[in-house]
């Protein structure tokens, strides 16, 4: 059983930075692709980043390419989003969650039904 715990989150305003961090309960480095995804009221989760196993390959969804890097803290053991160029539309509650499972394509880590376990969120607003 794997717990994830984030944190980070808070208010900030538009065109402002914020890092959010995942804390696993044991190394989840080589075993375990991890995630952030990202909540907004009355909407679906949605698919923001992961890290592969490996610790170095990425991908990203659409709407934050470019903006948000998710990275490794190889001596905290955590699974940091810097995320830059905030927007309003970025306000959301953002999860942590990790996968056990490998899959041929990085598509597939964008479905939050390939990830194991999860954390209890943390939220982000930002304003205009």
């Known amino acids: 059983q794997v717990q994830l715990v984030e944190s980070g989150g808070g208010l900030v305003q538009a065109g402002g930075s914020l890092r959010l961090s995942c804390a696993a309960s044991?190394?989840?480095?080589?075993?375990?692709?991890m995630a952030w995804f990202r909540q907004a009221p009355g909407k679906e989760r949605e698919f923001v980043a992961v890290?592969?196993?490996?610790?170095?390959?990425?991908y990203y969804g659409d709407s934050v390419q470019g903006r948000f890097t998710i990275f490794r803290d190889k001596t905290k053991n955590t699974k940091n989003l810097q995320m830059n160029s905030l927007e309003a539309e970025d306000t959301a509650d953002y999860y942590c969650?990790?996968?056990?499972?490998?899959?041929?394509?990085?598509?597939?880590?964008?479905?939050?039904?390939?990830?194991?376990?999860w954390g209890q969120g943390t939220q982000v607003t930002v304003s205009s």
């Open positions: 969650a990790a996968s056990s499972t490998t899959y041929s394509s990085m598509r597939a880590y964008s479905s939050a039904a390939v990830y194991d376990y």
């Open positions: 044991i190394p989840t480095s080589s075993n375990y692709s």
């Open positions: 890290i592969f196993r490996n610790g170095i390959n990425t």
